[in-house]
């Protein structure tokens, strides 16, 4: 039987049509997909990311527990409230998932893991963190509501704990800031500004209230979908997974190779991979003919397959289709994808491809 947020009720009312994803009953859209990715990249919407699980990390060896934990260094986070994604690795350097970790105090960080992989991440986390004097706790009474596009600051600021409202304003892109229960970070999954707000389960449904009859429209995972598409972010379980390192998916940038001593699990096979000859480039990619690109088809260059989809779809910001590939290096600047047994030309470029509502191809 599938989950339901603490938000199910509001969903139905306000007009969602409900689909299964990763367990959980979640609104697909409201009426119109492509009108909610039109108001976040033009206004501002809300998405019910409360399927997602905060886990907070605390004890005199949380810092060590997560340097040896994840790929990136949550030594670099010193200024309380600053976040940092990363992947979690498993031995062989595999994606266990990808995930944002806020460091609050030298005893306290705040890591929010994706839905889909919840239980599997918990089942990973207490194991690993036997060694080091930390406890790690899913905060499941906790709500978590995302506010994006160009205007989503503005009308969530007033919505906000009177006591938050000021150090909300004053958030830097990728801090975040907490008090009275409630936690507000500016960070997001659109390629928008905006705040992700958790806060206690039993105050969501008069949040999200507040914020429809401020003009912030309902979204569901479909917007969320071509959003994050749009903005060059990675969907785990499509463009990666436990059988994909970092390395072959566009994430190489979120490793802490520096300083060579910090033994993170997984380093030994990346160190090996990143050698390798031939490591599969993560490409984004423009169909310069007709159809859609979608996951799994597959790429040509000549007669020679290179490569697959990852994800793909119709981007309605720029009203053509795009997606993100894992490729041969000798891809170049362009190949062929296969549609319905047709070539199509695509031309490589480098994601994201919008972002702040804007086009950067």
């Known amino acids: 039987m599938s989950k339901k947020t603490v938000l199910f009720d509001l969903h139905r009312q306000m007009g969602g049509r409900m689909v299964s994803f990763g367990g959980w009953d979640m609104p697909l859209h409201y009426g119109s997909q492509l009108e909610e990715h039109h108001a976040v990249r033009r206004a501002a919407g809300m998405f019910d990311v409360s399927h997602m ?40 350097g595999g994606v266990i998932d990808d995930l944002i970790t806020y460091f609050l105090d030298a005893g306290w960080y705040r890591m929010v893991v994706n839905a889909a992989t919840t239980e599997k991440d918990l089942a990973w986390l207490q194991p690993q963190a036997a060694d080091f004097a930390v406890t790690v706790t899913p905060r499941r009474d906790l709500a978590m509501v995302a506010v994006q596009g160009p205007q989503a600051r503005q009308r969530a600021l007033p919505l906000l704990p009177a006591g938050l409202q000021t150090q909300a304003s004053e958030l830097k892109p990728f801090f975040a800031t907490h008090g009275d229960d409630w ?22 449904a008069g949040f999200w209230q507040r914020l429809a009859d401020a003009g912030v429209a309902p979204c569901g995972l479909g917007a969320r979908d071509t959003l994050r598409l749009e903005a060059g972010m990675n969907l785990y379980g499509s463009d990666m997974d436990e059988e994909t390192s970092p390395l072959e998916a566009g994430l190489g940038w979120t490793i802490a190779w520096e300083p060579a001593e910090r033994d993170f699990i997984g380093r030994a096979m990346l160190e090996a991979k990143r050698e390798t000859a031939g490591l599969r480039r993560f490409v984004g990619l423009v169909l310069e003919g007709r159809g859609v690109l979608r996951n799994h088809q597959k790429l040509f260059l000549g007669e020679q397959e290179i490569g697959e989809i990852t994800s793909g779809g119709f981007a309605p910001t720029l009203e053509r289709s795009i997606a993100l590939a894992r490729v041969a290096p000798e891809i170049g600047k362009g190949g062929e994808v296969e549609i319905r047994g047709k070539r199509v030309p695509v031309r490589v470029v480098n994601p994201p491809f919008v972002r702040n509502g804007k086009s950067l191809i």
């Open 53 to 92: 699980t905060v886990v907070d990390i605390e004890g005199p060896e949380a810092r060590p527990f997560l340097r040896h934990l994840l790929a990136n260094d949550v030594a670099r986070l010193t200024q309380p409230g600053k976040a940092l994604y990363s992947c979690m690795l498993n031995s062989e």
């Open 183 to 204: 936690f507000v970070g500016r960070t997001g999954y659109t390629g928008e500004d905006g705040f992700e707000v958790m806060l206690p389960a039993a105050e969501a």
